[in-house]
């Protein structure tokens, strides 16, 4: 497989862009007007305890204050309560670990250390950790914990057991704790030594601003968008770094050089006419990213719907009749396992987290429904972020949850339509005409009214004339007021304005109904 990562800066905006075999995989985008924070170190201030849920919300400066849940404190081993004896890795030892009230540890009006793990996201603020991590290129230093482990990504045994003997040799006693990372495979124990020394002379610097510092306060700015994709992307895995901008090429050459001198022949400056992102397809594919229906090779498509609460996805055959019409459980089977792969691959592109479900084309088979689960779940493999396919339900859905740590493409680069407040519907013309009735009557009862003048979209005018050519006069009778209708090609196709009198006063809210 042949894999490539693409660049595209300005001063205004960067993409990045992951290509395997040609095909847009991953995107992400960074703006100086978006302001991420994922990643960054804020001294904050607890604004309120709350036992109830076992979680508090800290001040750190941004809009909404952070959330900060009591598994994310900083707690001895001998404050936790171990239910069953059985804690390995973060997500099962939440669950095998009781933890102490939040309130014996952190109270109203203090000021706390914490990280950002996720960005806000629609009307929730950001997600916060007291659990400091600083990532570098072949470590990541987490100055409150005593671990030291090696990427999940790195399999051979030996080499894991020959890393973690390595990392435990140049992290002095009572330090922190260390991951190593995945590109650490080949790394030598000079180049994790001196990479521990950056990382904790960076951990002293944060220290030292934090005690001058008041809440609520930035401390430390985690890097940014291209940055941090070349520390933790970049290995030997990519063929090539191809990127269209001059001084983030030089800084990119600088970076490279100082870390990983053998990936320099891999690092490429695009100067061509025709920009990156056209000549190698990748603009064509962001655009489509936005796009509810995905149509699949098989000539089968699925919708991709996000919601507050869920992204729900939905499977059709459409015109995919299969070969044979004596063999149903075929065609759906293919359009099912041809869904899948899809799935995988937009969701990864799209950013999508929280959870998913999944309605594919119903099947009678178990063995098919196993098939379709296995191909979801091999092709979920290859998504960086952490994702988890359960078994079919009984309702024939699969239910599927993926990590989220920032709003995706989709709620980064749109805003809510303003002509259909985000539901994505609008009235029909002939709806508009009910409600411009129901109006009227209303203004007729107040008795406050002689004369309104009507303003509509043109589609609506046309829905009176064509279908209603009475509506005017027949209302005129039954109000008593001098009605008239104009067209307004500026007006949304769902609205109207009534205007009063000589003056054309706007009334439309005083009378409007729903």
Request: aromatic fraction near 4%; glycine fraction near 6%; hydrophobic fraction near 35%.
């Amino acid at each position: 497989m042949k894999r490539e990562i693409l660049v595209s800066s300005t001063p205004q905006e960067s993409w990045v862009a992951l290509v395997e075999d040609k095909q847009l995989v991953e995107v992400m985008l960074d703006r100086p007007d978006q302001d991420r924070i994922l990643g960054d170190i804020f001294l904050g201030r607890v604004e309120a305890v709350l036992p109830g849920i076992q979680a508090a919300f800290v001040a750190i400066g941004t809009e909404k204050a952070g959330f900060l849940h009591v598994s994310d404190l900083n707690l001895d081993d001998e404050d936790l309560d171990d239910d069953n004896g059985n804690g390995n890795g973060n997500g099962r030892r939440r669950r095998s670990k009781k933890y102490p009230p939040i309130q014996e540890h952190i109270q109203k009006g203090q000021q706390i250390l914490v990280q950002v793990t996720k960005e806000p996201i629609s009307t929730k603020g950001p997600r916060l950790t007291a659990q400091i991590s600083l990532p570098g290129r072949f470590l990541v230093y987490m100055p409150f914990s005593s671990h030291v482990g090696v990427s999940r990504k790195i399999e051979g045994r030996d080499q894991r057991s020959k890393l973690r003997k390595m990392a435990r040799e140049v992290l002095p006693a009572n330090s922190g704790g260390i991951i190593v990372r995945t590109v650490s495979e080949e790394v030598t124990q000079k180049t994790l030594e001196a990479e521990f020394k950056r990382l904790h002379a960076l951990w002293e610097k944060i220290q030292r601003r934090a005690d001058s510092s008041k809440p609520p306060a930035a401390i430390h700015r985690e890097a940014k968008l291209i940055s941090g994709i070349i520390r933790d992307l970049f290995s030997d895995k990519f063929d090539a770094l191809r990127i269209d901008n001059r001084s983030v090429y030089n800084e990119v050459v600088e970076y490279v050089k100082s870390v990983d001198p053998d990936l320099m022949n891999r690092v490429h400056l695009y100067s061509g006419h025709e920009p990156l992102f056209d000549k190698t397809g990748v603009e064509e594919e962001i655009q489509q990213i936005f796009q509810r229906r995905v149509d699949l090779k098989s000539g089968g498509h699925v919708v991709i719907e996000p919601t507050e609460a869920l992204v729900s996805i939905d499977v059709n055959t459409g015109r995919f009749t299969g070969k044979g019409k004596k063999d149903p459980e075929q065609t759906i089977l293919k359009t099912n396992l041809d869904a899948a792969r899809e799935i995988a691959k937009q969701l990864r592109l799209r950013d999508v987290g929280g959870i998913i479900v999944v309605d594919f084309i119903d099947m009678e088979s178990q063995e098919n429904r196993d098939k379709v689960l296995h191909e979801l779940r091999s092709h979920l493999g290859r998504d960086r972020a952490r994702t988890k396919a359960f078994e079919v339900s009984s309702l024939g859905l699969v239910e599927m949850t993926r990590q989220r740590v920032r709003p995706p493409l989709f709620h980064s680069l749109t805003e809510v339509c303003t002509s259909c407040g985000g539901a994505g519907r609008v009235y029909t013309p002939a709806t508009v005409v009910r409600r411009i009735e129901r109006s009227l009557r209303r203004a007729a009862t107040a008795r406050d009214e002689k004369r309104i003048v009507v303003r509509v979209h043109p589609e609506v005018a046309l829905q009176v004339v064509e279908e209603e050519p009475d509506f005017l006069r027949r209302l005129k009778k039954r109000t008593h007021m001098d009605l008239e209708m104009r067209d307004d090609p500026l007006m949304r196709q769902d609205e109207f304005r009534l205007l009063s009198g000589p003056a054309e006063t706007d009334v439309t809210d005083r009378y409007s109904v729903v």
